[in-house]
């Protein structure tokens, strides 16, 4: 591989090395907590 | 363009490493939709075109994963090297994958509006501003579009026809695509899912294929010292028979220095095929053979054995106190130079 080649290689990896995780755990803990759905009203039936 | 197309030159070797691969993709995806509905929520369970999406698509993110870990991984142990030499049949397979879960999300989200699937797909979704809801999609279009792109140009006759180096800097747009990946399963499948074993398996993917290529870059090659106007390469009785060394002058691109019947010669480091290390192959048949695909060269003048044509810079070099001194000015390509006798 040519020097220009391996140098934006290292570069590139450098900071791919902390964005990646950055991005999957940023994501993880900005996940809303609890139920996202709705709650289900449940009708009585008819009497 | 002067190139002739050949769609593929197959070999038995490439027959066998595309029929693992196949193989391999065919199983997973078996494996996936067989064992996925016992794992899903008893209240919330998916339809089978959900199902179908998330097998492509996760097959789709382990087999570009792997594609990024060859390079890296050969680098750091020469085992890998048989998994590089058709990288490309494996980067065009990844796409067909990756099409696949595409259509099967275009299919099933986007059939049912108002409007045509495209355009539900680009404007049914502007909640840029938010993580949760985020349109997620836009990321995995950027993704397949890329790889769309390097399936098309992943051929000997646009390597020829591009240059290596434009080449190669066209191929390095898959880390964009890669980054682009990681965020559409982030912003998507992550936040819907409960399972932990999606969040933890993308964990193990991106920090592996991030170590693997820091890993292999940090394995710096050492500058060799000027003396007299020649570069002193160390002792020839360093150098293997049949085997290679790479030596690096200052501001320059590496030479590659061989041992062949106690006799030796230098070219360029770098293959004319996709730029592979020359130095880290070996000579067989009386030819320097490239580790990366197997391209071969002759010792004396750099030039491929016929049919081929490919040719290398060579180098003048000899032998004084037992130290290889090579001329740091490189011959033109294919230029005949007598080898050095080791005494």
């Known amino acids: 591989m040519r020097r220009g080649h391996r140098k934006t290689h290292r570069v590139i990896w450098l900071v791919l090395a902390g964005v990646l995780p950055a991005i999957v755990l940023l994501s993880l803990a900005l996940r809303p907590v609890g139920p996202t759905e709705g709650p289900q009203i449940q009708l009585a039936p008819p009497k | 363009m ?34 996925a509905p016992s794992f899903q929520h008893v209240t919330l369970p998916l339809d089978d075109y959900t199902m179908r999406m998330n097998a492509f698509g996760t097959c789709a993110f382990l087999l ?13 142990d020469p085992r890998f090297l048989p998994l590089l030499y058709n990288r490309r049949h494996l980067g065009v397979l990844a796409t067909a994958v990756a099409a696949t879960h595409a259509y099967a999300a ?14 539900m797909l680009l404007r049914g979704n502007t909640s840029f501003f938010q993580v949760h809801g985020f349109p997620f999609e836009v990321f995995g279009m950027f993704a397949l579009l890329v790889m769309l792109l390097l399936a098309a140009t992943s051929h000997d006759f646009w390597l020829r026809f591009l240059t290596p180096p434009a080449w190669k800097g066209l191929h390095m747009a898959l880390y964009a695509a890669y980054l682009a990946v990681v965020a559409h399963i982030s912003l998507g ?42 570069i002193d390469a160390g ?23 061989f041992r062949h019947g106690g006799r030796l010669s230098a070219v360029t480091n770098l293959c004319a095929h996709q730029n592979g290390p020359l130095g880290e192959g070996r000579v067989f048949d009386g030819c320097i053979t490239c580790p990366w695909h197997g391209y071969q060269y002759r010792l004396e003048d750099g030039r491929a054995p016929a049919p081929f044509t490919e040719t290398l810079a060579t180098f003048r070099l000899r032998v004084v106190d037992g130290h290889i001194m090579v001329d740091p000015i490189a011959n033109p390509p294919g230029t005949f130079v007598e080898p050095a006798t080791v005494p």
């Open chain 2, 106 to 119: 275009l299919d099933w989200y986007f059939s049912y509006g108002p409007y045509n699937r495209f355009e």
């Open chain 2, 2 to 35: 002067t190139e002739r197309y050949v769609p593929v030159g197959w070999n038995v070797t490439k027959i066998v490493y595309d029929a693992i691969a196949l193989g391999i993709v065919g199983v997973y995806i078996s494996v996936f939709l067989w064992i």
């Open chain 2, 189 to 230: 499948a992550l936040q819907a899912s409960a399972n932990p074993l999606l969040a933890v398996v993308t964990g193990l993917c991106v920090v592996g294929v991030a170590s693997l290529h820091v890993a292999a870059s940090r394995r710096r090659t050492v500058e060799a010292p000027i003396v007299d106007g020649w």
């Open chain 2, 64 to 76: 570009l994963s792997m594609i990024l870990s060859i390079g890296p991984a050969a680098r750091l």
């Open chain 2, 235 to 257: 002792p020839a009785s360093a150098i293997v028979e049949n085997q290679g060394i790479v030596v690096t002058p200052p501001g320059a691109e590496s030479i590659a220095i």
